[in-house]
C-alpha cells in the first residue's frame, strides 16, 4: 500500500512540474542597458572579502561579442574594428 502511495505521490509531482515549466520564463527581456550583480562577499574575519560588481549586457549581440578574442576583431575598418569593453567596466563615449 505504502509503495502504491508513493508512486502516485512521484507522478502528481512530475506532472505538476510539466505544466509549471510553461509559466516560468527564465532570462530577461532584451534591451539596452546592463545588468549588475553584486559579487561582493565577507570572508567574516576583520579586512577579509572582496566587493566588486559584475555588468552583464542586456543586448543579446553585445553579450555575443564580449566572447570574441580580440585578435578576432577586423582591423580593416567598419564598425567591428571598435573591440567591446573589458567585463566590468562602464562604457565610455557616445
Given at each position: 500500500m505504502?509503495?502504491?502511495?508513493?508512486?502516485?505521490?512521484?507522478?502528481?509531482?512530475?506532472?505538476?512540474?510539466?505544466?509549471?515549466?510553461?509559466?516560468?520564463?527564465?532570462?530577461?527581456e532584451?534591451?539596452?542597458?546592463?545588468?549588475?550583480?553584486?559579487?561582493?562577499?565577507?570572508?567574516?574575519?576583520?579586512g577579509?572579502?572582496?566587493?566588486?560588481?559584475?555588468?552583464?549586457?542586456?543586448?543579446?549581440?553585445?553579450?555575443?561579442?564580449?566572447?570574441?578574442?580580440?585578435?578576432?576583431w577586423?582591423?580593416?575598418g567598419?564598425?567591428?574594428?571598435?573591440?567591446?569593453?573589458?567585463?566590468?567596466?562602464?562604457?565610455?563615449?557616445?
Amino acid at each position: 500500500m505504502g509503495l502504491v502511495a508513493l508512486i502516485v505521490l512521484t507522478v502528481a509531482l512530475a506532472r505538476s512540474r510539466m505544466h509549471g515549466e510553461h509559466e516560468t520564463r527564465r532570462g530577461s527581456e532584451p534591451g539596452t542597458g546592463d545588468h549588475v550583480i553584486d559579487i561582493s562577499y565577507n570572508s567574516g574575519g576583520p579586512g577579509g572579502g572582496h566587493q566588486g560588481e559584475l555588468r552583464v549586457p542586456r543586448d543579446p549581440q553585445e553579450y555575443a561579442r564580449r566572447f570574441v578574442p580580440q585578435s578576432a576583431w577586423r582591423r580593416d575598418g567598419g564598425p567591428e574594428t571598435v573591440p567591446p569593453p573589458a567585463p566590468g567596466k562602464p562604457k565610455t563615449g557616445a
